[in-house]
Each structure stands twice: as C-alpha cells, then as structure tokens.
C-alpha cells in the first residue's frame, strides 16, 4: 500500500476505507515509476503520539479559557480545600513584602489595593462543615446569620447576635467578610462576646483581603455567601444597612438576595435600641420579614377634621422598621372641611424619613359622591369595599378611627406580634392563627354595648427565679369582640368578613321578617355598623382579637373621646335622643356616669417597646392569656368553643336557612369563605 493509503488508515475507520476502494478502481492505471521511502515504524509511533499530545494541548487550553454558561460566574461550586497550602502558596504578595520605591505611594500601614487575582477562602471550610447538625442542608432549618465587613457594623451587630442566640429559639450564626485581619477571638473580646452567646462564628474573609481591589472583595462576599447558604440555607440574613457597612460588601449581599432569594434584613441606624425585640423572634417568623405587608385605613367622618389632621400627623412621626412601605388609603366624607383640604394638599406618605428610593406615592384618597346620608347595609359595604389583600396570607389591614393618636412605636408592636403570634413556629404548630381575627393597638375601657365598663383581667407577679408574689400586674388579654379604633385585620379574616357581610346583606333583603340575629343590635350606635358583623362572625367562629395590656397600650395609641363624632349612618339617631331623660332612673343615671368616666383616654408614654412589655420582652404564649367572652366574662379555649358552636347553630337556622337535617350533617367549611352558614344559597 502506498504512504498515502497508510496516512489515511490513521483517520478512516475501516469501512469508511472500504467504501472509498469501492468506488474507485485503480487497476487500469498507470503506476507511479517512483516509489517514497518507507518511513520507519519507530518514527511512524513518534508522528503519532506527537499528533495526540498536539491535540491534547489544544483540548487543554479550550477548556481552561472556556467561557461561563451560567449566569454568573460567580455562580461556582464552592472549594475550600487546598492541598500543600503552607509550601505552595505565600502568604504576603510581592508587593506587600517589599516597602515603597516612591515617596508618592502609600505607607505600610495602608496597602495599595490593586490585587485581582482569584479568590480563595482560607478559614471557611473547617466551620461551615462542623454545622452539620444544625439541619443547613435543608431549606427550611432554624438557621439566623448575622454578616459585618466593617468592624464599626461588627460591634453593632454582634450584640443582637448575642440576644438572639441567649433566646435559644434558633441557631445564631456569626460571618466576617472583612478586609481587617483582627483575629475572631480578639474580635469576640472586644465586643464581650463569651461562650453563654451561643453564636457560632465563621471567617469568611478571602485571601489577600487587605490589598484587594473592591471589585474582588464585592465578588468575595458574593462568593462567600453562596458557598454559606450551601451549607446553612439561613432563614434571614442580618445587615447593618447604615452607612458604617462597606458599600461593596452590601452591594455583593443584594446580589446574592437577587439570586437565592433569601430574606435580608438590613438594619437601619440605632437598631441595637430601635429593634431590639427582634432578637425575640425565631428563624420562622424572621423568614417573613419582608413577606407581610400592612395596608392603612382610615374611615374619616364629616366634620372630624381636627382628630384626622392629628392622627395622619402621628403616622408621620412614627417609626418603621426596615420593610414594605404601608399603604395609605384615606375614605373622605362628601363634605369635606376646609381644614383637611389644606392639609391634604401639603401632606406627603410616605413621610421623608421612610426609606423609599423609587419616590413612589403609597397614598390613596377616595371622596365620596353622593349627597345623601348612607344607612347601615351602605357604609358596612363601603368600608369593607376599600380593601381587598392580594394575598391573604401575607396582606393585612391596620384600620384606624380618626379619634386616634399613635405612639412612634406603634408600628414595631404591630410587627412584632404579627410575626410572632401568626407567624412563628410556635403558632403554626399550635394554630394560633386559626382564632386571630385581629391585633389591637388600644385597650377599651368599656363593653361593646356602650353602657358597662370592662373589667381588666390581670396576672399575678412573680419574680425572676419564677414564684407569684401578691401583686398583680396587667397583661395582654384575648377577647372574642373585636375593636373598631384601632386594629389589625388579618388579610384571611378580612376576605371572610367580605363574604359574611356579603351573605348576611342577602339573606336580610330575602328573609321576611328579618331575624333577631341580624336585625337586634349588640353594639352601641357610638360604632360604625361594620362592628355589629365582625362581632356575629367571631361569635359564630370563636375568634379572638388580642388586646395589649394597659402599661404597653400607653405606649400604642390613644383615642381621644372630646373629638369623638358619630358615625354618619347613626349621626340624625343620635342627634335626634338625649343623653339623660327627664325621668331617668338612679341606675340610668349611674350608667350614665360610667359611661362618662370609661370613655377618659389613655394618655401615651415616651417608653420603649421592650420596656412597657411584661415578661422581659417576651410576648406570652396564647394558652397563658386570659380570654374574655363578647360580652366580658372570663372563659376559656373549650367554653368559647361551646359557645361558639351554640351560636352557629342558631345562626345557620334563623339566617342562614337551614334545617335541622341539614344543621346536622355538618356542611364542611371552606377557606377564606363561610358557605357553610348559609344553606338557603345552596
């Protein structure tokens, strides 16, 4: 065979070769009267392996210049491990060993930052792999982590580390991502920070951090947090948003929030004092730190115009904590004074000390048209018709009466208890926020009637080793009426109070003659109409509102009564009967005075949240309140299910038109609905 049919024999499989000399015939042809010189067999191997090394070496510089598919590329597996690191890598570059040629460059003490090369991290590994049994490898855990770069961020920060992992509800993390080479033990010392903090540490500083460009440091953090949440998954991740931190650090942290999605929790300044009773709550309810969202409204009445202005300025002066700016929505009367006119022209929500980088508007007024005065069924409907939550899980709704002042700390409670009591791993394993209709700013000193005042309940002090001494103290209290001056909503309460409302006004306008359920009234016409369904429905429910006790509620809200105006569906009733007859009776005139005397405000009190709570700071467990009926009689979980269930019963038969038969079979309740009420719809 000639030395071009063996070259080809290196390329072509066998078969190609066979279907090549098929094709052509070379036997009518004139052969070559010279022939090449056979080339040795050992320089035939050489040619060869040469051939593989080439394209070995082409493979090779492919695959090191390869560029990245992924989005970014600091998307990497991480790698911790570097064999021989002592003899193969230093640990000052060039650089930083020698001293200045120039007399214009830095000094010593102060390196140049101009090293880019790739990033290792040197102390990680050893740390991330002992939390093994802290459940990182899952998504859903009872992991916190707290990150500094800057040392100023670190002191502020490490003692609310400190706070929270004493709590022993989560497992607390540390994580430096520092150019500063302090040593994490002098680091723990200068912030007293001992072994009783149960706070776990990790270096997550890089190589070469003190000479590094801020580019590189911005892609170590990225980096770090990537190869943290692999081993970790936290459930929030702890910032210090002031402007202490490091730019580069906080701008690698958004970008890794961008890609894996967790919950960052930038702290604003102060937050050692301003969110102290963050430290209160576990990695559950921290997890939905910026998940919830809290709309505002607020119903104005005519010529109430003196007790909105004072209240929208009390919203303005409060202070929110880092997340989703509240919504605003304000519900004009046709009438409006000329007072509130000029205010509203020159307010601003959100006010300028809210952190609102898109400038956006979260404020909504709504004017009524018409002329005519609204009756019951109208305004119940207008008012609930001014929200709707887009995800009734996560969007509840704050309703204030004008006659209210809020605390600068109103806010920080409100979030506090809707993290805790609806959203912590406590009450989702025992279900609080099956029975929670709503969280109370205020405590009323007066039944819903009007007439009686209500009777406080209070506990028994102890002392801190935990025995009850003789003194009492005030204390939160469940009670199933709900408050219409100033209250959360639940957003799966409110969608159920919607469709309530809904079928109740349906079945009033069908049933002749109309039921003592929904025609009696069991709340004073001092109320707006709505009040009268949201009590029926905790009634039939056995749903609760949470009430604060008196020292915490100075620190909430006061309802100022000497601006107090009726509502409009009940203004021409109410203006139509005197206070006292004529021929009153001694106890109609003795509910009078009560009623004079309960309706006094509470005055607020400049005291921080933590400071006006019982029990360290720590919001009580539900099974340890007391619990009032509608009325204002102490009950318990299983008499208020009994009543509950009483109530129901008679509900389902005069309203909603079922028969015993029906009554018994149970219909099965559905979410966020109350089909099962009513039978005649069916």
């Known amino acids: 065979m000639s030395a071009w049919g063996k070259m080809r024999n290196v390329f072509l499989s066998d078969e190609e070769l066979g279907k090549k000399d098929d094709d052509h015939n070379y036997s009518g042809l004139r052969q070559p009267s010279w022939h090449p010189a056979k080339v040795p067999q050992r320089r035939r191997l050489l040619k060869r392996i040469g051939l593989l090394l080439l394209l070995a070496s082409l493979v090779y510089v492919f695959v090191k210049n390869i560029p990245v598919l992924g989005p970014n590329d600091r998307m990497r597996r991480p790698n911790y491990a570097y064999p021989d690191l002592a003899a193969n890598i230093r640990k000052r570059p060039p650089y930083e060993q020698s001293p200045p040629s120039s007399p214009n460059t830095q000094s010593p003490a102060t390196p140049e930052r101009i090293f880019n090369g790739p990033v290792r991290f040197l102390e990680l590994s050893a740390s991330l792999h002992a939390i093994s049994g802290t459940r990182g490898s899952m998504a859903a855990n009872r992991n916190v982590l707290f990150v500094a770069s800057s040392l ?21 993390h540390f994580a430096l991502m520092s150019r500063s080479d302090i040593d994490l033990q002098d680091l723990r010392h200068v912030n007293g920070i001992d072994d009783s903090c149960q706070v776990i540490f990790h270096d997550a500083r890089p190589d070469y951090a003190l000479v590094s460009t801020d580019d590189r440091m911005e892609k170590a953090v990225f980096r770090a947090f990537h190869h943290i949440f692999m081993y970790m998954h936290p459930q929030a991740i702890l910032v210090d948003g002031s402007d202490d931190e490091e730019s580069f650090f906080l701008r690698g942290a958004r970008q890794h929030v961008k890609v894996k999605k967790p919950t960052l929790i930038e702290l604003p300044p102060n937050s050692a004092k301003r969110l102290d009773w963050l430290t209160k709550l576990d990695s559950t309810a921290l997890r939905m730190w910026d998940e919830i969202h809290i709309d505002i409204l607020i119903h104005a009445t005519p010529g109430a115009s003196g007790g909105l202005i004072r209240l929208l300025k009390s919203l303005s002066a409060a202070d929110y904590p880092s997340s989703s700016v509240p919504h605003l929505t304000i519900e004009l009367p046709r009438d409006i004074d000329p007072p509130t006119k000029q205010f509203l022209e020159t307010f601003i929500w959100p006010p300028p000390h809210i952190y609102n980088p898109t400038n956006a508007r979260y404020l909504s007024l709504r004017h009524r048209i018409p002329h005519q005065r609204m009756n019951e ?35 920080h409670y409100l979030k506090y208890s809707l993290l805790e009591y609806r959203y912590s791993a406590i009450s989702t394993y025992q279900h609080w926020d099956r029975r929670l209709f709503g969280i109370s700013l205020d405590q009323p000193l007066q039944l819903l009637d009007g007439k009686k005042a209500l009777s406080l309940p209070s506990l028994l002090e102890t002392t801190s080793s935990g025995e009850q001494t003789e003194g009492e103290t005030s204390t939160s209290f469940l009670w199933q009426a709900p408050n219409p001056n100033a209250v959360l909503f639940l957003g799966e309460k409110w969608m159920e109070l919607h469709d309530f ?29 709505w009040l009268e369904h949201a009590l029926r429905l905790a009634r039939a429910r056995g749903y609760w509102t949470l009430y604060p006790g008196l020292d915490t509620a100075r620190n909430l809200a006061t309802i100022h009564s000497e601006l107090h105006h009726m509502p409009e569906e009940y203004a021409n009733l109410e203006n139509s009967k005197s206070l006292l007859a004529d021929d009153a009776s001694d106890e109609e005139v003795e509910n009078i005075r009560l009623k004079l005397r309960t309706g006094l405000e509470i005055p607020l009190s400049p005291v921080s949240l933590l400071e006006s709570l019982p029990n360290a700071g720590n919001l009580r467990p539900f099974e340890d309140l007391p619990i009032l009926t509608w009325d204002g009689e102490p009950t318990d979980v299983e008499e208020l ?29 559905e979410n966020l609905s109350v089909q099962d009420l009513f039978c005649a719809a069916d």
Request: hydrophobic share 35%; with cysteine; proline share 7%.
């Open 152 to 172: 100023k961020s670190a002191s502020t920060l490490l003692p609310m580390a400190c706070k929270m992992g004493v709590e022993l509800k989560s497992y607390v």
């Open 377 to 411: 069924e109208e305004s119940s409907a207008r008012f609930l018709e001014s929200f709707w939550p887009a995800q009734p899980q996560h969007s509840h709704i704050l309703v204030l009466s004008p006659q209210a002042e809020l605390s600068p700390q109103f806010f």
């Open 641 to 669: 299910k009994s009543l509950a269930a009483a109530y129901t019963t008679s509900f389902k038969e005069e309203v909603g038109g079922c028969t015993t038969e029906s009554s018994g079979k149970q219909k099965e309740r």
């Open 501 to 529: 409302v809904s079928r109740s006004l349906e079945a009033k306008q069908d049933l002749d003659p109309v039921p003592a359920l929904l025609s009696e009234k069991d709340v004073s016409t001092q109320y707006p109409s």
